[in-house]
């Protein structure tokens, strides 16, 4: 999964410096659909005595940004639930639902040409829910968190553009089994998203 997630990393910023942007004005709104694979890092801390990994999910995404300022624009994110299965010790152990919307400032890279890369910083909060395990009521605590972005926009006509784009985001939630603290799942995911951007 490491190898992977580097690989599209790679991309996304060979992408980013190797090409050329257009402008976004101030007052310029983007809506964005698409699907976003949120996949957590490898080893994902210590529950019950145990290490536990949580799984990788593919799920629609959906972006508004509004530009604040000439090529500076603030973005929120949204999905449908990610469904996650979580294995403790190699054995699974249940499954949780989440959604995390995230607001970024992003800063879009002036350089003339139909790729446009961009850069962001952002918030992120992550609601766990439908938490389900055959070892007892398990419980995730909701998690508020920083987002980091790389993306870049290709221009396939004046309103339309092609939109891929990689996110680090910090989740670290305390988690329960039965009401006893049982430890802290640390996911920390990647997520890569590809998306059709339209400006109005």
Do not use: C
């Not at 190898?3 to 410096?17: E, G, H, M, P, Y």
Request: hydrophobic content about 45%.
């Amino acid at each position: 999964m490491t190898r992977i997630k580097i690989s599209v990393f790679t991309l996304l910023a060979s992408a980013a410096l190797a090409f050329p942007a257009l402008a976004q004005s101030a007052g310029d709104m983007t809506l964005g659909f698409g699907l976003a694979s949120v996949m957590p890092k490898d080893g994902n801390g210590t529950l019950a005595g145990a290490a536990a990994d949580v799984g990788n999910n593919v799920r629609p995404s959906i972006t508004f940004e509004y530009f604040i300022r000439d090529n500076l624009g603030v973005e929120v994110l949204g999905a449908l639930p990610f469904k996650h299965d979580i294995y403790l010790g190699g054995a699974f152990a249940g499954t949780t639902k989440q959604l995390p919307p995230t607001v970024s400032l992003n800063y879009h890279i002036p350089t003339g040409g139909k790729f446009t890369p961009f850069v962001g910083v952002g918030l992120n909060y992550t609601a766990f829910f439908e938490e389900s395990s055959a070892l007892g009521d398990l419980k995730i605590k909701d998690s508020w968190g920083l987002a980091a972005t790389l993306g870049a926009d290709y221009a396939i006509s004046d309103k339309g553009a092609l939109r891929m784009e990689l996110r680090y985001v910090d989740i670290d939630s305390d988690v329960t089994l039965d009401g006893a603290p049982i430890g802290t799942v640390e996911i920390d995911p990647l997520v890569a998203g590809v998306s059709y951007v339209m400006k109005f």
